[in-house]
């Protein structure tokens, strides 16, 4: 399992990787591996403010629908258009081409409650 160095983690398997003032938002790859083959990610929340826990859209797979949850909070900037005609991706470049989201990060210094890889890894129990 791909678990970057370089990204902090949530407990409901999202990351987030902080670029200046913004920051990328995706789920993991042990997230995608668990759900599967994904078929359909739905995201509405462009241009809304969401808090830290928050829902900002939901990723289908053949099996089972899941809730994709804010790690910090902020504004949603901009979805990952790629998904809509590829949500493959997801499960082929968790961490590159099948990022969700992109937004403008309230509080820089919320991302240090999160979990660092190691963190991570041992939650997963990988």
Do not use: C
Request: glycine share 8%; no cysteine; net charge negative.
């Amino acid at each position: 399992m791909n678990i970057p160095e370089n990204l902090k983690y949530t407990n409901e398997h999202e990351w987030i990787r902080v670029e200046g003032e913004e920051a990328v938002i995706g789920i993991t790859d042990y997230a995608q591996h668990e759900l599967g083959d994904i078929v359909f990610v739905d995201i509405d929340t462009e241009g809304e403010k969401l808090l830290a826990g928050e829902r900002f859209g939901t990723v289908e797979a053949v099996k089972t629908v899941s809730d994709l949850y804010m790690p910090v909070a902020g504004t949603v900037l901009a979805i990952n258009p790629d998904l809509e005609a590829a949500p493959e991706l997801v499960n082929k470049e968790p961490y590159e081409g099948g990022w969700m989201i992109r937004i403008k990060i309230d509080d820089a210094s919320a991302t240090d409650a999160l979990l660092d890889s190691k963190a991570y890894l041992e939650l997963t129990g990988e």
